[in-house]
């Protein structure tokens, strides 16, 4: 009874933990700028959008296959006589990587993220409107966050005006924000732990994910076992703990090296491709199958 209600104590905290996560990721920052000071019509510009893509997150790009999976950023232009949209948006220097669950290469930013559009000025006092449609990824927190923002830029006034939160600028410009329904779950992060806080909070969530897993049919049953073996079968308590504690060191610390070992030789991404590859799961498939059809027939 005692160790379930430690149990049960260690699974609330891990649950609090839970709440320091559940906190709203904002949109990242866009800014807008053209390649001329003075525009006059019939001159071809070229405007860029910046966007502050935040620590521990990348943002996909827009020149990768469409049909591969993950959302492609999009900025679309409004109808409008003061200018002319020329060509395709482009993408300045993404990186690029070979995704094992999409099956392909994509591309993506981190840090900062640039796209350029080139534009035929129609008006002398052109106002250039788009809607940037983007999705931000974390492989830390394992989440993909969609936005909507609206980008405006006015060269009567020479600025920037964009849509960003529930606010008023300058007393006249309304700037609002528009964050679309989450790619994998329902609740957003922002990230700004920084430092010890972020690391004991990764922790408190591993060490309860870790708490959480015992209480599986295949698991738990296997906990008054192991116990009766060092409590029971030892000459004195003292022996029976320091056994005990030898055993789980012993458990850590293979595990650790194994990981690390195989971290170095084949990259971060190997644990991942056991877990969600087609081929190693076949393989466990067959191993598993193989031994249950043993015990069957010894049975």
Not at 143 to 169: G, H, M, R, Y
Not at 273 to 286: I, K, Q, V
């Amino acid at each position: 009874m005692r160790y379930i209600k430690f149990l049960m104590f260690l699974l609330s905290i891990f649950i609090s933990s839970l709440s320091s996560y559940g906190q709203v990721m904002d949109p990242p920052n866009w800014e807008v700028s053209v390649d001329k000071e003075k525009l006059e019509p019939g001159d071809t510009i070229v405007i860029s959008f910046q966007a502050e893509v935040p620590a521990d997150w990348y943002l996909y790009s827009s020149d990768f296959d469409p049909e591969l999976g993950p959302m492609l950023t999009e900025i679309n232009f409004g109808e409008n006589q003061s200018y002319e949209v020329i060509g395709d948006l482009i993408p300045v220097d993404p990186k690029e990587k070979y995704d094992e669950l999409w099956g392909g290469k994509y591309t993506y930013f981190t840090g900062i993220a640039e796209f350029q559009q080139r534009i035929k000025i129609r008006s002398s006092v052109p106002k250039i409107e788009a809607v940037a449609i983007y999705q931000i990824c974390s492989d830390v927190t394992g989440q993909c966050i969609p936005f909507e923002t609206d980008l405006v830029w006015n060269s009567k006034k020479e600025d920037f005006l964009q849509n960003q939160s529930a606010s008023i600028k300058d007393g006249n410009d309304l700037i609002s924000s528009k964050e679309l329904k989450s790619f994998k779950n329902e609740f957003k992060i922002e990230e700004k732990e920084e430092g010890g806080a972020f690391l004991l909070t990764f922790f408190l969530l591993s060490f309860g994910a870790g708490l959480a897993a015992l209480l599986t049919p295949c698991v738990f049953p296997m906990i008054p076992m192991t116990v009766t073996y060092f409590t029971k079968s030892n000459i004195s308590r003292a022996n029976g703990i320091s056994q005990a504690l030898l055993y789980g060191f012993s458990i850590i610390l293979i595990y650790t090296l194994i990981g690390t070992v195989f971290s170095l030789l084949f990259g971060a991404d190997f644990a991942n491709f056991l877990s969600t590859h087609w081929l190693p799961n076949l393989f466990f498939f067959a191993v598993f199958s193989t031994i249950c059809t043993i015990l069957f027939w010894i049975i």
